[in-house]
């Protein structure tokens, strides 16, 4: 079944302990890209990658790393997160040809920061 | 850079009658608009999607209409269902990048009532 997967679904942390959330593709999409959602404020680019180690920033990327190290796997790194990515998180991917692709995303994850 | 205004933030309708979202974008060179349908606890899932060399596209009830003098494009849903009860994102591409930098509208959560 092709499919977006991400992990965890649910995370609880505390302030400054890193962590990830990962996010696997089984379509062989060369786009990925990392979204956050929040109540009012619709869905916010985080960051985005073309390919296997090209990858660039959306429109909110402070506070965060990604990486793409494998074509099926972008993971999303939060270093030392806050109370303020205290939000859901999707990742998303498509195939790239031009702009004819639509883009499928994962559950989502659901990340609360104390 | 882009910014997508999206109204109403809100809309009730009565199952059988038309519903009616707008969206205006600020950036002229954005050439992808897509429409996103997000059910509660569910992830987005486009819907319909227009490219700015045309003005109208249809796919069953669901009609997305672009003005591109204007920077404005609206969802137009007929013969609205109860299944049609979801929050619907609009979105614009940031000019000339494709689809991969994609700025969302806020959501307009539309009820059908039975």
């Known amino acids: 079944e092709a499919q977006v997967t991400q992990n965890p679904r649910y995370l609880i942390t505390v302030t400054g302990k890193k962590l990830t959330v990962t996010c696997s593709q089984n379509?062989?999409?060369?786009?990925m890209s990392w979204y956050r959602q929040d109540p009012g404020l619709g869905l916010r680019q985080i960051y985005y990658?073309?390919?296997?180690?090209?990858?660039d920033k959306g429109d909110v990327p402070e506070g965060y790393k990604v990486s793409r190290k494998e074509k099926r796997n972008f993971p999303l790194i939060l270093e030392s997160p806050s109370p303020n990515q205290t939000s859901l998180y999707f990742c998303?991917?498509?195939?790239?040809?031009?702009?004819?692709?639509?883009?499928?995303f994962g559950p989502g994850t659901r990340l609360t920061v104390l | 850079g882009e910014n997508v205004e999206q109204h109403p933030s809100t809309l009730s309708v009565q199952e059988g009658d038309s519903a009616v979202i707008k969206c205006t974008y600020s950036?002229?060179?954005?050439?992808?608009f897509p429409w996103y349908k997000q059910e509660l606890g569910k992830r987005p899932q486009l819907i319909i999607d227009?490219?700015?060399?045309?003005g109208e596209k249809k796919d069953q009830r669901i009609a997305v209409t672009l003005n591109k003098t204007a920077k404005h494009f609206s969802l137009h849903i007929t013969e609205t269902q109860p299944e049609d009860s979801a929050v619907y994102f609009c979105?614009?591409?940031?000019?000339?990048?494709?689809?991969?930098?994609?700025?969302f509208g806020t959501g307009t959560r539309l009820l059908v009532s039975p």
């Open positions: 990658s073309m390919n296997v180690e090209v990858t």
């Open positions: 979105a614009a591409n940031l000019g000339n990048t494709g689809f991969q930098k994609l700025v």
């Open positions: 950036d002229s060179a954005s050439n992808y």
């Open positions: 379509m062989n999409h060369e786009y």
């Open positions: 227009i490219r700015s060399n045309v």
């Open positions: 998303a991917s498509s195939f790239f040809v031009g702009i004819t692709d639509t883009q499928y």
